[in-house]
C-alpha cells in the first residue's frame, strides 16, 4: 500500500510558513506508513489531529454544526468529487477522499485527500476506516475490496454488488434485460467467427463495444461491414479484452433520467434532459428535454426500474435511445453523479450532488423538480494542447461572465488535453428558446434563424379574413420580440388538422394560443378574440366564448381587440419569463407617459385658451 494524506495548511504566523518550502502553494504531507529518510517539515495542527486514530463508524471527533458528525469517504476526485464537496460545504458534510493525483480537483475543498489508489485493495480499506459512509464518484474502482468491507461492517453507498454490476456492460445489459428493461439487443462475442455471426444477425453498421473500462466514447467502435470485423475487434484490444455487440439503434435523441434512491429504497427522479453528444463525448444538456409528455413518463419509468433493480442508495445516471418508433430503450447507467446532472446546481431545488448526499446519508431526499423554466448546459473540452487549449477555454470563460444567467464551473485540471472535460458553463433562463439564444451569443453563432426558433405563442384563426383584426396580436408580438406563428385552422373546414394542430400544440412548444376553437382540445392557455360580423355585430362571437362550458376555460377581450389578446398572451408568458416581465412593465409606463403628456398638453392649451378668453373679455 502506498498511500499519503494530504490536508489544508496550518493557520501559522507568516514567518513559520515562509520557513516551509512552497508553503502557499502545497498543503502539508503526511506519510501512513514509513518516515521519509530526512525530516519533513512540522505537520500543521490539523494535519496532525487528522493522523490520530479515528473515532468509531467514522464520526468525527470535534463537533460538527452541520447535518451529520459522519464523515463521508469518496474514492476518486474528479470534478464529481470536486462537486460533491462543494455540496458538502454547504451542509457542513466532512469529506474525505481518495485519489492518486495530488492536484485532483478535490483536492482543493476536501476535508482531507489521502494520496492513493482507488483500485489498491490494501490502500482502500485503511481508507475506509477513516469514514462514517464510503461511496464513488468513479466506477472504475476495487469493487472486490468494496465487497470485503462490507461484510466487515463499512457502509457502502450504493453497494458492492451494483458497482460489480456496472464495471462490465455486459453483465449490466445481462442484468436489466432480466428485469424486462428495454434494451437495443446485445450477445456476447469472443471468436471472430461468432462476431461475424452477430453481423449477420444484427446487420450493419454493427456497435462492437469493450465490457470494461468504457466510457466517453472510449471502448466503442463501430463496424460497418464484414470486412472491418477484424480491424475493429484488434482497435478494442481483441477478444481477450472482453467484447460484445450491440444491434445498431437509430435514435432520434438521447436522453437521460437522474434518479435518486434513498438507503429505505424509496426514489425520486428529476425531469428527462436531452444530451447532445460530440465525438461521443457529452457536449450539450438541455433541460427539460423537448419531448412528449407520454415519452417523457416512458422514460422515467425505464429509469425508475433500472434503478430499483439495483442496491444501495445514492444518485445515479440512466442513459437512454429515443427511437424513430418512440421506443426509450436503455444505454447505460453510472451509479454515481453524472455530466447530465451538472444543470442541477443551478436549475434545480436540490442538486444531484446534494441529493447524492441526502442519500448516502439516509437524510431526506430533496425535491427534484427545476425552479428555472429552462436550463442548458455546456461542456468546456479542450480543444487544443496545453497554453493554447487554456487560452481558448479562457476566452469562453469571460464571455460566459457577460451573459445573463450563466454560472461558469472550472474543474482546475493541471493539463488539457483535446476533449478532455475541463469544466462547464450553464445558463438558466425563462425558456428554452431564451437559453439558446445565450448559447448561441456564448459560442459565437448567428442565432436567429427563422427556420429553427420555436414559437411560444400561436395565433389561428378561421379564415383569412379575420386577418385585419388578428394582425394586432401579431404586431404585439413582433414588437415584444416573441416568436410567434399565425396560420388558418377551420373548425368546419378542417377538422382534423384542427384536432391534429391542438393536440400536438404542448409538444411543439407553444404556451399560449390566441384563438377560441381549439380549448376544448389542449392544456395550452386559450384566448378567444371575437370577431365583429354584419348581422349581430360579434355579438354571437363574444358569447360563443363566453359561454364555454365548465372545464374549458378561455379568456376574452373586447369585440374585435386582438391588440388587447395579444397583450394578454405577453402577460402569460410573463409571469414566469422575468425579461419579458420587464418589457410588459416598461410598455405600461410608456402608456402611463403617454397618457401624462397628453394630459399636460390639454391642460395647457386649456390655459392658454382661457387666457385668450380673458384677454378678449377685457378689451370688451
Known sequence: MHARLLSAPSHTSSSAAASLPFAAAHPCRASWRHPRPTSPPPLSLRARASMHPSPPEGHSDQPVHGVTNTVVGVLGGGQLGKMLCQAASQMGVRMAILDPLEDCPASSVCHEHVVGSFNDGATVSEFAKR????????????????????????????????????????????????????????????????????????????????????????????????????????????????????????FVKELSVIVARSRDGST?????????????????VEAPAEVPDKIKKLATNVAEKAIKSLEGAGVFAVELFLTQDNQVLLNEVAPRPHNSGHHTIESCYTSQYEQHLRAILGLPLGDPSMKAPASIMYNILGEDEGEAGFTQ????????????????????????????????????????YSVKARLDKLLQRDAYDPKKVKPRAAIIMGSDSDLPV????????????????????????????????????????????????VASLTSVPVIGVPIMTSSLHGTDSLLSIVQMPKGIPVATVAIGNAENAGLLAVRMLASR?????????????????????????????????RGRADLQSERC
Open 393 to 432: 477555454a479562457h476566452q469562453l470563460i469571460e464571455r460566459a461572465l457577460d451573459i445573463s444567467g450563466a454560472s461558469v464551473h472550472w474543474y482546475a485540471k493541471p493539463e488539457i488535453r483535446k476533449q478532455r472535460k475541463m469544466g462547464h458553463i450553464t445558463i438558466v433562463g425563462p425558456s428554452k
Open 131 to 250: 469514514c462514517g459512509v464510503l461511496t464513488v464518484e468513479i466506477e472504475h474502482v476495487d469493487a472486490v475490496t468494496l465487497e470485503k468491507l462490507e461484510k466487515q461492517g463499512i457502509d457502502c453507498e450504493p453497494k458492492a454488488s451494483t458497482i460489480m454490476i456496472i464495471q462490465d456492460k455486459y453483465r449490466q445489459k445481462t442484468h436489466f434485460s432480466k428485469f424486462g428493461i428495454p434494451l437495443p439487443d446485445f450477445v456476447e462475442v469472443d471468436t471472430l467467427s461468432s462476431i461475424e455471426k452477430a453481423g449477420e444477425m444484427f446487420g450493419y453498421p454493427l456497435m462492437v463495444k469493450s465490457k470494461r473500462l468504457a466510457y466517453d466514447g472510449r471502448g466503442n467502435a463501430v463496424a460497418h461491414d464484414k470486412k472491418e470485423l477484424s480491424s475493429v475487434v484488434a482497435s478494442l484490444g481483441s477478444f481477450e479484452h472482453g467484447l460484445y455487440v450491440e444491434r445498431w439503434t437509430s
Open 268 to 284: 425520486v427522479c428529476y425531469p428527462v434532459v436531452e444530451t447532445i453528444h460530440k465525438d461521443n463525448i457529452c457536449h450539450v
Open 470 to 517: 388578428m394582425k394586432d396580436a401579431a404586431v404585439v408580438l413582433k414588437k415584444f420580440n416573441i416568436p410567434f406563428e399565425l396560420t388558418i385552422v377551420s373548425a368546419h373546414r378542417t377538422p382534423e388538422r384542427m384536432y391534429h394542430y391542438a393536440l400536438s400544440a404542448k409538444e411543439r412548444g407553444l404556451e399560449v394560443i390566441i384563438a377560441g376553437m
Open 577 to 609: 419569463d422575468p425579461e419579458l416581465g420587464d418589457k410588459a412593465t416598461e410598455y405600461q409606463h410608456d402608456l402611463r407617459d403617454m397618457v401624462l403628456e397628453k394630459a399636460k398638453r390639454l391642460e395647457e392649451l386649456v390655459e392658454a385658451w
